[in-house]
């Protein structure tokens, strides 16, 4: 591959163990039974906990209508990035001329430019498609609190039974949406690689670090587990 020098294989390799390593480890690792997502999986279970032996779930609804808007403009904005990267790479040869006359970016060849913008392409097509599977889920969780059934003297533990399995199915819909703004951040990171693959290394690093401590060295988990 012309341009391809090992900095560049190594800060790929970077890469993929820091984003991997620390989905693994918040996911099925030694993390995942806390932080900021556990918690407010905790939440998601009371939540339709009441939501099961409530009268009225209008405001249930609205909740969840809030919470499916926001996915869906992150999946609208994944398109939009996507495209712009499109049309970025029909034009990588200006973008070669541009950065030469900076002396703080890498000169590399077309392919290795073309490589670039392609592979941010590639991480925010994965963020399209987890936030419109988190829109999707989102709609079936609405499904599922529509469908719970009305709470009488006799039947509170088949209502508490529909709420845990919309929890789950909420839970789900976080779930996806927390791998897609992952991959915003990660997006972010590689930005770097277009200045030198040790920067997008040490960029790597931080945004890894910034997310671990919003998850599990924030104030806002700290007020969410009290």
Not at 37 to 58: F, L, P, S
Not at 101 to 120: I, Y
Not at 136 to 151: A, F, N
Request: hydrophobic fraction near 50%; include cysteine; proline fraction near 2%.
């Amino acid at each position: 591959m012309p341009g391809l020098t090992i900095a560049d294989i190594i800060a790929l390799a970077w890469f993929f163990l820091l984003s991997g390593g620390y989905s693994y480890a918040t996911q099925r690792g030694p993390l995942a039974k806390s932080g900021l997502v556990e918690a407010i999986n905790r939440q998601r279970v009371t939540w339709m906990a009441n939501m099961a032996v409530r009268e009225n779930r209008m405001v249930d609804v609205q909740v969840l209508a809030n919470l499916s808007r926001g996915n869906a403009f992150f999946a609208s904005t994944s398109v939009f990035v996507t495209g712009a990267f499109a049309a970025l790479f029909g034009s990588v040869e200006e973008l070669q001329i541009l950065a030469a006359k900076f002396p703080f970016l890498r000169q590399t060849t077309v392919f290795m430019w073309q490589l670039k913008v392609l592979f941010l392409m590639g991480i925010f097509i994965y963020a399209f498609f987890k936030y419109a599977w988190a829109y999707r889920l989102s709609h079936y969780t609405g499904i599922l609190i529509g469908s719970t059934p009305i709470l009488t003297t006799r039947n509170k533990k088949e209502c508490l039974k529909h709420g845990a399995r919309a929890a789950r199915l909420a839970s789900l819909v976080g779930h996806h949406a927390n791998a897609g703004l992952r991959a915003y951040y990660f997006g972010i990171a590689t930005l770097g690689w277009f200045i030198h693959p040790a920067v997008f290394m040490l960029t790597m690093l931080w945004v890894v670090g910034v997310m671990y401590r919003r998850e599990f060295r924030s104030n806002a988990l700290s007020t969410i587990v009290g």
